[in-house]
C-alpha cells in the first residue's frame, strides 16, 4: 500500500498561518453545521500537529485521536500523525507506542521508519542525558546531606557544652 505521508524529516515543517486558518475556518465553518466531516477534522488536525505552537499540537492530537477511536477506516493515516505529535511534544514513549502500532501494519512504510529512527534518537539522547543528571543530583544531595549531619553535630556539640 502506498502512502502519501510525508517524511517524520517534514515533521519541521509547519503550515503558514493562512494555510492553517483556512482549514481551522473550515472546522469551524462545519462545526457550527453541527456536523463536521471526517476528512475536514483530518485535515484540521494535520495542521495543527504540524505546528510549532505547542497547543496546536496538543488540539491536533486530541482531535486525531478522537477520529481513531470514531472512525476505523482512518485508523492508518492518524497513527502516523498521532506518533508525529506525541514526537513534537516530547512524549516520545508514546509517540514510540503509536509507531510500532502503524508499522506493525507496514512494516516498509519509510515514513514510519524514519520517524521511528528519530524517536529512537530522543530517547537515546534523554536516556544519555539522565545519568550525568542523576550523578550531578547525588553530589549535591550528598553534599546537603553531609552539612545537614555536620550542623547538626556542631548544634549538638554547642548545647551539650553549655549544659
Known sequence: ????????????DSLTYDELEVLRLQYQK?????H???QTKFNYAWGL???PIRDHQIDGVR???DIYRTEPTRRRECLYYLALGHYKMGNYEEAKKFNALLMEKEPANLQAQSLNQLIDNKIAKGAAAFPQGYIGMA???GAATLGAILLAGIIRRATHHRN
Open 30 to 34: 462545519e462545526l457550527s453545521q453541527a
Open 139 to 141: 553530589i549535591v544531595g
Open 36 to 38: 463536521v466531516t471526517t
Open 1 to 12: 500500500m502506498t502512502t502519501e505521508v510525508p517524511y517524520a524529516a517534514d515533521a519541521e
Open 63 to 65: 482531535l486525531l485521536q
Open 49 to 51: 500537529v504540524k505546528s
